[in-house]
């Protein structure tokens, strides 16, 4: 595995221009790791970081042979109702019902009166993956004693779409938390400083448009198979419908679970994931440059988000400034890296694929201590290396005692000498 990994990233072409050249921030995260700090006492002012811990994200280390990404299989579902509680069923799916291609409809309606926002300032972490690990356990037990449930990654699918389009990414960075527990490395998402900031300055303008999205599902989703959207309804964010799939990247078995707004209602559609759609809304599209604008930044992000799960449709409402959506068009995301080939220096779905596997690989190289406890924090910057800090019994602890004492005593099960 480190061979794979030092392959594609360090000893590859350029060798010194992929080195990290700034230690990882301890101003902002306390470090309680010893190790970093000794290697930081050790280190002289104009020393590097050894290479082995931190990772490049440049593009041309990720330009190589598409990895073996094994079509999803959904393992289950769970639903979040309209106060956030945790069901694991499928109450909350909903049905495509295709509009007409120029419908008209108005996406700022019911936003002052009809819509119940969830509030994006309450971090949900894993919990709701861990509540569906826990009453699916069945379905995962592995006989690996040393990984009970004989997966490598639970994480959500938004994370990796982050690290799909990281070596894309000129903006915003990430902070990625991993814990590993029994063999299983669980990684979880911290709001950078950045992130808190742009969510609690955001204008009046961009809350709306936010809104505009979740609308527009409402006018092309039903309850029932046969039902029909009702757009007078309230709009409420709580609610979701989630899949939960398994798949392999490159040698990383990976579970994660990912928002889906609807399925096709026919019931001659293929099984999930494959009968799952995704809707999107975008600005109409004028000039040639909006159109390469189009595919380079808001594709490459609906590509990645929608391939991880396998779901095979996307369906975009392009709307005029006034937020009337003016016209409808189908993607099938196994064609998105056709359409965007006429784009001169446009992002490959290659180097996507590969940056998250020897991410895995790294993460897995890194963590090494089995320990809820214990935090390794990845960090990313555009235009820098990915770099960790390491953080024990701190605020950045993710995995909670009601997830750790279940899966501890599984551990201790699969690890028991067989009766006699
Ligand atoms: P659009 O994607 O049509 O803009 P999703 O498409 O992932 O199902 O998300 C539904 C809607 O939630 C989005 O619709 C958008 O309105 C809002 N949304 C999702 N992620 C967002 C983000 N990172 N920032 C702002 N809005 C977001
Ligand atoms: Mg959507």
Not at 91 to 108: A, D, T
Not at 231 to 255: D, I, M, P, Y
């Amino acid at each position: 595995m480190d061979r794979h990994y030092n392959k594609g990233n360090f000893n590859s072409r350029s060798h010194q221009s992929h080195l990290s050249q700034e230690r990882p921030s301890s101003k902002r995260h306390h470090e309680y790791d010893r190790g970093n700090e000794m290697h930081a006492r050790r280190a002289r002012p104009s020393e590097c970081l050894s290479p082995s811990q931190t990772l490049s994200v440049s593009r041309q280390f990720y330009d190589r042979d598409f990895p073996v990404y094994k079509q999803p299989v959904e393992i289950g579902y769970f639903s979040l109702d309209s106060k956030r509680n945790f069901w694991n069923d499928a109450r909350q799916l909903r049905y495509y019902v295709e509009p007409e291609r120029c419908p008209n409809f108005n996406l700022r309606d019911g936003y002052h009166d009809r819509f119940v926002k969830r509030d994006d300032g309450i971090k949900e972490k894993l919990d709701h993956i861990l509540k569906w690990i826990l009453a699916n356990k069945h379905k995962l037990q592995s006989r690996d004693a040393i990984c009970p449930l004989g997966i490598d990654f639970v994480t959500w699918r938004g994370h990796l779409t982050k690290l799909l389009t990281t070596p894309y990414e000129t903006q915003d960075g990430w902070l990625l938390a991993v814990s590993r527990l029994a063999g299983t490395f669980y990684i979880s998402e911290v709001e950078t400083e950045k992130a808190r900031r742009d969510r609690e300055n955001r204008t009046e303008r961009h809350e709306e448009m936010m809104y505009w999205g979740y609308k527009f599902e409402q006018y092309t989703c039903a309850d029932d198979a046969q039902g029909s959207p009702d757009s007078g309804g309230v709009v409420n964010t709580n609610e979701a419908f989630c899949t939960v799939v398994q798949t392999r990247l490159s040698e990383h078995k990976l579970l994660f679970s990912g928002e889906v707004d609807c399925r096709e209602a026919s019931s001659c559609a293929p099984a999930a994931p494959a009968c799952y759609i995704e809707m999107k809304t975008s600005a109409e599209i004028h000039t040639p440059k909006q159109r390469s604008n189009f595919h380079r930044y808001k594709l490459l992000k609906w590509w990645a988000q929608s391939f991880l799960p396998g779901v095979p449709k996307i369906v975009a409402g392009f709307r005029d400034s006034d937020g009337q959506v003016v016209q409808v068009e189908t993607f099938k995301t196994s064609q998105i890296s056709q359409l965007i080939k006429t784009e001169y220096n446009c992002w490959k779905p290659t180097v996507c694929m590969n940056f998250c596997s020897d991410f895995l690989s790294f993460v897995k190289k890194t963590v090494k201590e089995d320990d809820p406890k214990l935090v390794y924090l990845f960090s990313w910057e555009p235009h820098k290396d990915v770099t960790f800090t390491t953080h024990r019994d701190s605020e950045y602890t993710f995995l909670p005692n009601w997830f750790v004492k279940e899966i501890t005593g599984l551990h201790r099960e699969t690890n028991a000498p067989p009766r006699a």
